[in-house]
């Protein structure tokens, strides 16, 4: 003869056999989680455009670099055609200095005084359009001066020039005497250099319009 169950006691039993409701906890305030070093190429934690003319009364660029976290990574895209000396050497600096772990793509072109944040990065990325105009240090001034600012202006530049080449040099990485010259034979008298020009080199690494987005080019080339 079978037992029958009470319903009652069915039910305490089915209510027992559930789980424990989860507690409730505050959303994460912004910025909590991982640390900037723990984001994969797709993640990245920042993107700057460094374009146009690099004047030395924008302050602009400085301060998207200095609102940056510090040894953090993220990518830079370059569409400038140069400008002030001071100006790219200073970027480049904060590039450096700051311990940017900076990616950079050549969204366009990147000559002149530009190359030397695009050089200052970690690893540099071009496309076959990419356009890098090199050429010897130029001192230009829209102000009036007199002859002995002149002649110090000019005393001075002629120690920026030479030390130019080593500098971009070394920004880029070239350890070796026939990259260095590369470099030397690019800046005198000038050359635009292509994208594919500059991936022979050995100087950055080649991405196209047509194979998917940049992350995963970058993906592959590792």
Request: hydrophobic share 40%; proline share 6%.
């Amino acid at each position: 003869m079978s037992r029958r169950r009470s319903p009652l006691n069915a039910r305490k039993k089915l209510e027992a056999s559930k789980p424990e409701p989860r507690p409730l906890r505050p959303y994460p305030a912004p910025g909590i989680g991982r640390r900037p070093s723990d984001f994969d190429l797709e993640s990245r934690d920042w993107e700057i455009v460094i374009s146009g003319e690099l004047s030395d009364k924008d302050g602009e660029l400085h301060q998207k670099l200095l609102d940056l976290p510090r040894n953090s990574r993220g990518t830079i895209f370059f569409d400038s055609c140069g400008g002030s000396a001071f100006m790219g050497l200073s970027l480049a600096t904060l590039i450096r200095l700051r311990g940017l772990k900076a990616t950079a793509v050549v969204a366009g072109e990147c000559s002149s005084a530009a190359l030397m944040p695009f050089a200052a990065c970690a690893t540099r990325y071009v496309t076959p359009h990419s356009t890098l105009l090199f050429h010897p240090i130029r001192w230009q001034s829209d102000e009036q001066v007199r002859l002995e600012e002149a002649a110090e202006w000019a005393r001075h530049f002629r120690i920026m020039e030479a030390d130019h080449d080593g500098l971009i040099a070394r920004l880029f990485g070239c350890t070796d005497e026939a990259s260095i010259e590369t470099i030397r034979r690019w800046n005198n008298p000038g050359k635009f250099v292509s994208g594919e020009e500059l991936v022979a080199a050995g100087l950055a690494k080649l991405v196209t319009l047509f194979d998917g987005d940049v992350w995963s080019q970058i993906k592959r080339l590792k």
